[in-house]
């Protein structure tokens, strides 16, 4: 099935400084989604890519599709206590499943 | 309130115990999941059902089995719990194919396996 690397594997980051994931396949990717899971909490969906090089913004993150399409990365500007979390890309695993990356767990101190 | 119950919200339970995960949907959809998530290893697929019926193996089913009869339930069961199955479980529904569709996840159940 289809693997996708993750890194890092934790970030911790002052308030307000920036925080980027990223997600890294050998194979090209159809699309890839990205999951946000509050401590405690289960995973949401935030966003889907699909075309290379797409970049879509959703308030303080960023996320970017390499133009190859093997590679993802998601960006907080100004990171709050409230991005506290963990990060997750998705992509097709094949059979109409979907592949999770490891994520990446963010921590934001004050 | 629409959207994914699970059930319980958290179990301990005696190896060699038999034990059912209760998962409910209302929204229709035609695809679900089952995942178990452990720390460092992320979300792994257990079993999944891309429509009532059918269901379909993922990463990791050894020990697992489910069922799917109606379009909104979609029962996970443990046959002989073992310590190794302690993990949080997630279920999760689709209405296309999840490569094109968004995921959407229960609450969870926290199983401890003694």
């Known amino acids: 099935g289809q693997q996708v690397m993750q890194i890092p594997q934790y970030q911790h980051v002052q308030e307000g400084e920036d925080f980027t994931t990223y997600c890294n396949s050998s194979?090209?990717?159809?699309?890839i989604q990205w999951y946000k899971q509050r401590p405690g909490g289960h995973p949401v969906f935030l966003i889907q890519?699909?075309?290379?090089?797409e970049v879509k913004k959703q308030k303080r993150l960023t996320f970017q599709f390499g133009e190859a399409k093997k590679n993802s990365s998601l960006h907080i500007t100004a990171t709050q206590t409230t991005d506290v979390g963990t990060y997750f890309c998705?992509?097709?695993?094949?059979?109409?499943?979907?592949?999770f990356g490891t994520g990446t767990q963010l921590k934001v101190e004050l | 309130i629409a959207g994914i119950t699970q059930a319980p919200t958290s179990q301990i339970l005696a190896a060699g115990r038999r034990m059912t995960l209760r998962c409910t949907q209302d929204?229709?959809?035609?695809?679900m999941y089952w995942y178990r998530q452990d720390l460092g290893l992320g979300l792994r697929l257990i079993h999944y059902?891309?429509?009532?019926?059918?269901?379909g193996k993922g990463e990791v089913p050894d020990g697992y089995s489910v069922s799917r009869a109606n379009t909104d339930d979609f029962p996970l069961t443990l046959a002989s719990a073992v310590p190794s199955q302690t993990s949080v479980y997630f279920c999760?529904?689709?209405?296309?194919?999840?490569?094109?569709?968004?995921?959407?996840f229960g609450p969870g159940t926290r199983l401890t396996v003694l």
């Open positions: 998705a992509v097709a695993g094949g059979g109409n499943k979907l592949t």
């Open positions: 194979t090209t990717l159809s699309n």
């Open positions: 929204m229709r959809h035609n695809a």
């Open positions: 890519l699909v075309k290379s090089g």
């Open positions: 999760a529904s689709s209405s296309l194919a999840p490569t094109t569709d968004t995921q959407y």
């Open positions: 059902s891309n429509t009532a019926g059918t269901t």
